[in-house]
């Protein structure tokens, strides 16, 4: 059973910075898909960046230029550098893993950005 444990979130200004990550431990097998979901208050959770073991990255439309995901796949982790923060971008992020599709998740960080 692969369990995901997400740190780094916390509150922050407009315009700030923060830096999620995320480890995956247990299983055989680094996980081919990683990435990051958000759910704000009220909404549906919705991908924020992605990225596969082969590194290819994917972002949401509303966090290009914003965001960077990046992996480690020595150590089964996924960091998302998250560079002038809006107030629109709090929420609880979770990250989550698989290998076609997304089969495990985190219990998730909130980020919460301050106006």
């Known amino acids: 059973q692969v369990q995901l444990v997400e740190s780094g979130g916390g509150l922050v200004q407009a315009g700030g910075s923060l830096r999620l990550s995320c480890a995956a431990s247990?299983?055989?097998?680094?996980?081919?898909?990683m990435g990051w979901h958000r759910q704000a208050p009220g909404k549906q959770r919705e991908l924020v960046a992605s990225?596969?073991?082969?590194?290819?990255?994917n972002y949401a439309d509303s966090v290009k230029g914003r965001f960077t995901i990046s992996r480690d796949n020595a150590k089964k982790t996924i960091y998302l550098q998250m560079n002038g923060l809006k107030p629109e971008d709090t929420g609880v992020y979770f990250c989550?893993?698989?290998?076609?599709?997304?089969?495990?998740w985190g219990q998730g960080t909130q980020v919460t950005v301050s106006s």
């Open positions: 989550a893993a698989g290998g076609l599709k997304y089969d495990y």
């Open positions: 247990g299983g055989f097998f680094i996980p081919n898909l």
């Open positions: 990225v596969t073991r082969g590194g290819s990255p």
